[in-house]
């Protein structure tokens, strides 16, 4: 039977040398990076290459994606969570396009890594902390220090808020990844099944109609997976710069 | 597995300077070093780390710029340009509007005053005309009134007369009458005086 995770596999295309002795190379996920990036690009830009006043098929699309981030940008940290737009815009879109090329059969999903979601997470909250303190100095703290809580609480309430704005980046990156892992595992694994089942004569066919359907009907919600996580990401992403534009709310 | 096990057992068993306790051991440690590079687990080798943050930094710098700089303001600008085409198009229906109800007001406010015009013009048409015949009707009035007075007067001067006329005529049937029954004509002083009394009666 196909091993399961060897479709996570790091492979090195291109080696680039060693920096302080760890090894930096072009690999297939850095591949499917610039594949994200190029495919996001050239989608939103081919497709507005009319600038039709009434848009087609492609150039709604284009516009739908546009509207549809901005609105959520809008919704969960409102008009001055507008400048970072284009930050959100490039979080969903690459989390997007980077799961479904994953749904691709034989490509790579960048997203499966951890070591990659925790760097987008990285990125957000990096932005809410030096943001938080650009724009509101040491009140950013009053973050950590909830309206009407009685003095005897507050040490254990901050110790809370604290310890839950930490872990921030963690569930943020690790949500992501464990979706991708598990649902791409598990696709392997009744593929597996169809393929080991089929091998076995005529009975064993038969008995491949069921993982096979599991496996069709797994594609489509794994499908579904890409869009709501990559959805769940950017919103959680405006949420806590929510948090770095109006602390102490 | 077990594969790899027997594999790593034999591999120890090859080396005569090991013991085999010692061989299991490394087995066991072989394993777990399999699994930390050998493609048991990709995502927690931490090796390929460098590279993917490295290449995450270079693709997702280039994309935020992409999108910073070229595709959002395309698209962006692409959503205005519609937005404002549509708010103009809204407002100059409205002033289409507009000026449509501006022009059925005026149109009702000349109507309104062509009737009210009409009206006045009739009805001084009506009160010349009464009054015209107003004074048609007097003038022929006071013409009808004059011949009124000019034939009672008429009347009145004939029935003189004619009052006069029957004195006289019963003056000579008197003195006639008296002349007839007494044989004795009485004179025309006496007859006279006497039809005079018997009128004034």
């Known amino acids: 039977m196909a091993d399961p995770i060897h479709q996570f596999e790091i492979k090195n295309l291109v080696p680039l040398g060693e ?21 996001v690009f050239l989608f939103l830009v081919l497709t507005t290459q009319g600038r039709t006043l009434i848009p087609g098929r492609w150039q709604s699309l284009a516009e739908l994606s546009y509207e549809f981030v901005a609105l959520t940008v809008r919704q969960s940290a409102g008009n001055d969570g507008m400048r970072f737009f284009p930050l959100i815009f490039s979080l969903f879109m690459f989390v997007l396009v980077a799961n479904l090329f994953g749904m691709l059969p034989y490509a790579f999903t960048v997203t499966s890594h951890i070591i990659v979601t925790f760097g987008l997470a990285a990125i957000v909250i990096l932005t809410v902390i030096v943001y938080g303190f650009w724009k509101n100095g040491l009140k950013f703290l009053k973050l950590f220090v909830p309206h009407g809580i009685p003095g005897v609480l507050l040490p254990l309430v901050i110790a809370i808020e604290v310890i839950s704005f930490l872990s921030r980046p963690i569930s943020l990156s690790v949500r992501l990844f464990a979706n991708m892992l598990a649902g791409h595992i598990t696709l392997k694994v009744f593929a597996g099944f169809v393929a080991g089942l089929g091998s076995m004569g005529a009975l064993g066919a038969a008995g491949a109609v069921l993982p096979f359907a599991l496996v069709v009907a797994l594609t489509g ?29 | 597995m077990s594969d790899v096990k027997t594999q790593a057992i034999i591999l120890a068993q090859g080396d005569p300077a090991v013991p085999p306790i010692a061989a299991e051991e490394r087995a066991a440690t072989s394993e777990l070093q399999d699994s930390a590079h050998g493609g048991s687990f990709p995502p927690f080798e931490s090796e390929t780390f460098a590279s993917q943050i490295l290449w995450l930094a270079l693709t997702f710098g280039a994309l935020y710029f992409l999108m910073a700089k070229v595709a959002l303001p395309r698209v962006g600008s692409i959503l205005e340009v519609r937005r404002d085409r549509i708010a103009s198009d809204l407002a100059e229906a409205q002033k289409l509007q507009d000026e449509t109800q501006e022009a059925i007001a005026a ?10 015009k009409a009206q006045a013009i009739a009805a001084e048409n009506h009160a010349k005309t009464a009054a015209a015949a107003e004074a048609s009707r007097k003038e022929i009035e006071a013409a009808l009134d004059e011949k009124l007075k000019v034939a009672e007067a008429r009347i009145t001067e004939t029935k003189q007369a004619a009052l006069g006329n029957v004195r006289s005529i019963a003056i000579d049937a008197a003195g006639a009458i008296v002349a007839q029954l007494t044989g004795t004509t009485p004179t025309a002083d006496e007859v006279a005086g006497a039809v005079d009394a018997a009128l004034a009666r």
């Open chain 2, 107 to 116: 149109y009702e406010q000349a109507l309104a005053q062509a009737r009210a």
């Open chain 1, 221 to 249: 919600f794994e499908i579904f997976v890409a869009f709501i996580q990559a959805y769940v990401f950017t919103l959680l992403t405006c949420l806590y710069l929510n948090d770095a534009i109006h602390p102490g709310h």
């Open chain 1, 19 to 39: 920096i302080g002795g760890v090894p930096i190379a072009f690999t297939n996920s850095a591949a499917f990076m610039v594949a994200t990036v190029a495919t």
